[in-house]
């Protein structure tokens, strides 16, 4: 066995309406998932044991799952009650941490064949991962990033577990020892490898508008009500590649990195290569946001 493989959890998962060790479950090879990468995912972030914007991430799920002609399996409070399950059996150190949920529904077994196949029983599944909290560092002295052409499909708004063009995207960053890949077709820019982008000029912040092109992500609307209530000029327009290099500053986004500030791009500084203003009245309004989240469900974070 690989030391990966010998390494792999043994935390709880939910698959199929059973909840056995990670490492455990197991999956038909027929299953479309595997074979097409025929299925969506979701990734919750979840602080202290609180999944944080779960109604956002369902209400994407729903949308993923439409674009593919597969009903939800399950409703919004059984995913949560899933979700929750899975939370308590965590240890404690890592629930009093940072999680992520991880969703993925296929469209099911069947005999390979590219048609879709009606009458299929989609598979389910859940786990929660731990995940590193964005350290001081990054919030004081942010990250490098590089620049490539976006090569992927044209539906990068479903959020599909066919995930090959984002593996070999981030793949550029790692081997260029930067913390994404921000990417653009033609002369605009869509998103990162994981990530979306946003580039404030001027003391405003703009992102590419919601099409078939970008994956948006839960924090285009969170990014968006955390400006109204900073006074921040928000706006979603086509950005070109010389507004992202020119910008004042550069921001990347998503569950995992919540917002962190991009200082240099293809080793050109960014604004003044140093984190500016904007990036900390975003993160600040992203720290009371997950407050308020928390207690709201009767929780301190």
Known sequence: MHPIVDALPTSLCYLDGDYTP?????????????????????????????PFCFDEHMARLDRSLSELRVPNPLSHEAWLAIAMRLIEAS????????????IQVTRGVAPREHAMPQ?????????????????????TQGVACVSAHDFRWQKAHIKATSLLGAVLARQISVEAGAAETIMFRGDWLSEASSSNVWVVKDG?????????????????????RICAEARIAFSL???????????????????SKEVQPVVTLDGRPIGDGR???????????????????????????
């Open 22 to 50: 990670l490492r455990d479950a197991r999956i038909s090879v027929l299953d479309r998932g595997f074979i097409f990468g025929d299925g969506v995912y979701e990734v919750v972030p979840v602080y202290g044991g609180v």
């Open 237 to 255: 327009r086509p950005v070109h590649r010389d507004e992202v290099f020119g910008a004042d500053e550069l921001l990347i986004s998503s569950a």
């Open 275 to 301: 984190v500016g203003p904007v990036h900390r009245a975003i993160d600040a309004g992203y720290q009371r946001a997950k407050q308020r989240s928390a207690q709201q469900q009767g929780v301190t974070a």
């Open 204 to 224: 405003a912040v703009a992102g590419p508008p919601k099409d078939q092109l970008v994956l948006a992500g839960i924090r285009y609307n969170l990014i968006e």
């Open 91 to 102: 240890p404690p150190a890592e629930r009093a941490s940072m999680q992520g949920i991880y």
């Open 119 to 139: 009458g299929l029983v989609p598979t389910v599944f859940m786990m929660l991962n731990p995940l590193k909290p964005i350290t001081d560092t990054v919030r």
